[in-house]
T-cell receptor
Framework: DTAVSQTPKYLVTQMGNDKSIKCEQN?????MYWYKQDSKKFLKIMFS???????INETVPNRFSPKSPDKAHLNLHINSLELGDSAVYFC????FGTGGSGNTIYFGEGSWLTVV | GDSVTQMEGPVTLSEEAFLTINCTYT??????LFWYVQYPGEGLQLLLK?????DKGSNKGFEATYRKETTSFHLEKGSVQVSDSAVYFC???????????????FGKGTLLTVNP
């Protein structure tokens, strides 16, 4: 069974469109994340939710809006897509607890977004 | 702020060669340290981790030791295989005291190519 699954895996869309990427985890974790990987492979956190509450919101354009309907899901909606939004978006999850910073963060397989 | 610096790639080795990928970090407090691997076209997988000074993480023949005195977490493998070809990311995790906002801060990644 896939632990962190995200859909779609590939998405090609035109500038100006609105799109969503969905993420689900079946690990029972209480914390979920979105990371962005640019064309140079650099990974940077965008958002983090703990028990459906937004706890990390890095400097991201407000065209990006995460939504967490429950602990197992964290979706990413992007409005008015721009060429520079082309990247790989990774969903991830972890369990906040006594392990603290040592808790492993598990990643999905990524969603390859291309804006044309 | 916190940061991770990895040796720049690409690194090209012959099968059975010895591998070292250097990683140093800058962080206050006591971060946990991780190595993640990304195989071509795939997501990120945890390779190994260490949560306190002098801990050694190991997996699949790879090792890394958390050295607080040199703020380093170098990745090593005694004999690489063609199947080890991938991008390797060093990362640290730290959150605010008492908070749940743990996040991974990644290095820029090192592309390893192993030739037969």
């Amino acid at each position: 069974d896939t632990a962190v699954s995200q859909t779609p895996k590939y998405l090609v869309t035109q500038m100006g469109n609105d799109k969503s990427i969905k993420c689900e985890q079946n690990l029972g974790h209480d914390t979920m994340y979105w990371y962005k990987q640019d064309s140079k492979k650099f990974l940077k956190i965008m958002f983090s939710y703990n028990n459906k509450e937004l706890i990390i919101n890095e400097t991201v354009p407000n065209r990006f809006s995460p939504k967490s309907p429950d602990k197992a899901h964290l979706n990413l909606h992007i409005n008015s897509l721009e060429l520079g939004d082309s990247a790989v978006y990774f969903c991830a999850s972890s369990q906040f607890g006594t392990g603290g910073s040592g808790n492993t963060i598990y990643f999905g397989e990524g969603s390859w977004l291309t804006v044309v | 702020g916190d940061s991770v610096t990895q040796m720049e790639g690409p690194v090209t080795l012959s099968e059975e060669a010895f591998l070292t990928i250097n990683c140093t970090y800058t962080a206050t407090g006591y971060p946990s340290l991780f190595w993640y691997v990304q195989y071509p076209g795939e997501g990120l997988q945890l390779l190994l981790k260490a949560t306190k000074a002098d801990d050694k993480g190991s997996n699949k023949g790879f090792e890394a030791t958390y050295r607080k005195e040199t703020t380093s977490f170098h990745l090593e493998k005694g004999s690489v295989q063609v199947s080890d070809s991938a991008v390797y990311f060093c990362a640290l995790s730290k959150g605010s005291s008492g908070g749940s906002n743990y996040k991974l801060t990644f290095g820029k990644g090192t592309l390893l190519t192993v030739n037969p």
